[in-house]
């Protein structure tokens, strides 16, 4: 039967070809990712999932909420000791600075951010945030949260900002060792954890020492905590260590961020 | 299952997939409800129709990552057109329909890892098993907890004593 056997080899080519299709597709649009067309498509979908997203937010919040609060309560009772002792010394460091013709350093203008999303994808870390260029979103610029660096923005459409985290294989952020102060580079391999690179094997690392941002790299300020040593390991041959960093942020429990923008007036905006 | 509850479903599944997944991350690893989905509607309507719900759900996860557009498709339509093949049409028992979600689930995460991670053999290995065995491993514990659970039927799509 010619109709039977003809349509019994279409029905088997026919996943065949939608799956010929779909690869066709799929490399075409890998091709054109970098196009400005596709980037305002993915702009125009960001803002419309977003919508949809921004409900489920509510239940991470309320799961967090009494742990948050506990936790927040604490802090906040240490800062209230902490902020007394720091308003001194800073009008202390005004006087000296203004006495020793110093120029002020810049301080950061925070914007806060809500996280709506995060990325399925295995090996991409990013967080989709409630902040467009309508509010001043601008491309590479450092994203914080109240524990230290978070990332960078790496896309923003009107209403809404991706921002790739430091635990993204392909986003390194230059830093300190806040004690032995040798600079080096974050990278992630795997896990909670990041590794601090081209840290020479004379370097006097210490565990529990604070990694902190060294504004080497141009994207991210000087000075933002990223987390602590955990652990160094250096290979018999080489002549740099590797540090381990556990991260001061937990990606996983991510909410409200910072987007970070250099001030040039120096005034600290809320 | 009629095609509008289906397509909530869907969405649903997406929406928790970048929403509420964090929640049960352990150590950054995450499940991916997402390819779990696809293979199921696969299994349940066919090859074509999974390579349809890879290639969709994939490009909207495309825009949520700022990375590469096309690489959810691309890998998402693959785990459609396997679960498909594997177990559109054919008797299936619950060690096929584990196993199925299993090999989609690895081609998933291999073609991700493959197209995401810079190619240095020891950088490579770390990446495998911190990140995407366990990934795979977690995906497959979810598919045997949902699949043991009062709505396992519904997203295979077949009544519990067919499976």
Redesign the interface.
């Known amino acids: 039967m010619p109709g039977t056997s003809s349509r019994f080899h279409g029905q088997s080519l ?2 065949w070809i ?2 010929l299709t ?2 066709a ?9 970098d196009m400005k067309g ?1 980037e305002i ?2 702009e125009r ?2 803002d419309i ?1 977003s919508v ?2 921004r409900p ?2 509510i ?2 919040a309320i ?1 967090h909420l009494s742990s948050e609060n506990a936790r927040l309560r604490a802090e906040n009772a240490a800062l209230n000791i902490e902020s007394t002792a720091a308003q001194e010394a800073l009008l202390e460091n005004e006087r000296l600075r203004n006495l020793l013709d110093f120029r002020s350093k810049s301080k950061l203008n925070l914007r806060s951010a809500e996280v ?11 967080l ?1 945030l409630d902040i467009g260029t309508k509010q001043g979103a601008v491309k590479h610029t450092a994203v914080i949260s109240d524990l230290g660096l978070v990332g960078k923005l ?2 923003t459409s009107e209403q809404t900002s ?3 985290t430091l ?1 993204d ?2 986003l390194g952020a230059a830093v300190r060792l806040s004690i032995c102060r040798v600079n080096g580079i974050t990278s992630w ?4 954890r990041l590794i601090v690179e081209n840290i020479p094997a004379s370097a006097s690392v210490r565990l529990d020492e604070e990694v902190i941002t060294s504004g080497l790299d141009g994207i991210f300020p000087e000075g933002i905590i990223v987390g602590k040593v955990v652990s160094t390991k250096k290979a018999p041959e080489s002549l740099f260590l590797k540090v381990e960093v556990a991260p001061a942020v937990n ?3 991510l909410e409200e961020v910072f987007i970070v923008y250099p001030d040039s007036s120096g005034i600290l905006q809320p | 299952m009629n095609q509008l509850k289906v397509l909530c479903a869907g969405a649903l599944i997406l929406l928790l997939q970048i929403t509420l997944i964090d929640l049960i991350s352990i150590h950054g690893i995450k499940p991916d409800l997402v390819v779990l989905f696809v293979i199921s509607r696969a299994i349940t309507e066919g090859p074509t129709a999974g390579v349809a719900w890879g290639f969709g759900l994939g490009i909207l996860i495309d825009t949520l990552t700022g990375g590469i557009t096309g690489l959810g498709t691309l890998a998402y339509s693959m785990a459609g057109f396997l679960g498909g093949r594997l177990g559109f049409g054919k008797v299936l028992t619950r060690t096929r329909y584990l196993t199925i979600i299993f090999s989609g689930s690895a081609l998933v995460y291999f073609i991700f890892t493959y197209f995401l991670q810079p190619w240095d053999a020891a950088g490579w290995m770390t990446i495998l098993l911190t990140n995407t065995f366990p990934g795979i491993f977690y995906t497959w514990i979810i598919t045997l907890v949902w699949f043991y659970s009062p709505f396992g039927h519904f997203l295979s799509g077949r009544s519990r004593g067919q499976l």
């Open positions: 026919q996943p939608a799956l779909a690869i597709f799929s490399f075409t649009l890998m091709a054109v990712s596709t498509a993915r979908t960001c999932l949809l997203a489920f937010g239940f991470p799961l709506i999303a995060t990325n399925p994808i295995s090996g991409v870390r990013s989709l790496v896309q991706v921002a790739q635990l294989r392909n391999t795997g896990g909670n990606f996983a429990r």
